[in-house]
């Protein structure tokens, strides 16, 4: 079983849509929460970091269910700009050693 | 200024050569790290190395070896470079700190041809 585990998609949706991903994750020590954005044959950027109560920022939505162990990143009205792949990252532990995990990433394509 | 930044960015060599990727990060942070994208876009840790320690991912061929001559360098040499090493490597860096994210380099897409 793959510590961080998305679906690929494409998920493949109308400007103005709303779409949401989903994450799990194996690691329950696992400490902290990120999506990254990755635009094709660029680097992994930071989209959002993912809090217990959950977080937005525009239209973003980051949730984490610690109990289940996912996260989920919502995206109102969709951009043609958002199309790209998301990650999503979990840190884990101890000692000052944290090491980043990714999921594969989910490809998005939105589409006029 | 680029914060994290690697060289080169594209890099063709034969199979069986000796190759090295540079790596530097200007925002003094204590952790860097080396990931392989592979084809199917899986952003997979490699190593993970801070001042005090050197976490190595276990599937690592040990072909693989970083080399820090500071804080601010984390270098990947490969050794007897094969087909399979095909993919695009990148150095990030983070705080200590484990609620912060990693700051990614733009990448180096190695062909072994």
């Known amino acids: 079983r793959k510590e961080v585990e998305q679906d690929p998609g494409p998920f493949n949706v109308p400007e103005g849509a709303t779409v949401a991903f989903n994450c799990t994750y194996s690691n329950s020590a696992s400490q902290s929460f990120f999506w990254y954005r990755q635009d094709c044959r660029k680097e992994p950027k930071l989209l959002m970091s993912v809090y217990s109560s959950g977080n937005e920022d525009g239209r973003f939505t980051a949730q984490l269910n610690r109990a289940s162990q996912y996260i989920s990143l919502l995206i109102r009205d969709s951009k043609l700009s958002d199309s790209a792949t998301y990650l999503c990252?979990?840190?884990?532990?101890?000692?000052?050693?944290?090491?980043?995990?990714f999921g594969r990433g989910t490809s998005l394509i939105v589409h006029p | 200024d680029t914060a994290v930044s690697q060289t080169p960015k594209y890099l063709v060599t034969q199979m069986g050569n000796d190759k090295s990727i540079k790596c530097e990060q200007n925002?003094?942070?204590?952790?860097m790290y080396w990931y392989k994208q592979d084809s199917k876009k899986f952003l997979k840790i490699m190593f993970s190395y801070n001042n005090k320690e050197l976490i190595i991912n276990e599937t690592v061929p040990n072909r693989f070896s970083p080399k820090s001559p500071d804080k601010a360098h984390l270098n990947l040499h490969i050794n007897s470079l094969e087909l399979g090493d095909s993919a695009v490597y990148f150095c990030?860096?983070?705080?200590?700190?484990?609620?912060?994210?990693?700051?990614f380099g733009q990448g180096t897409r190695l062909t072994v041809v």
């Open positions: 990030a860096s983070s705080p200590i700190r484990m609620n912060t994210e990693a700051f």
């Open positions: 990252a979990v840190n884990s532990g101890s000692g000052g050693s944290y090491i980043p995990t």
């Open positions: 925002l003094g942070h204590d952790t």
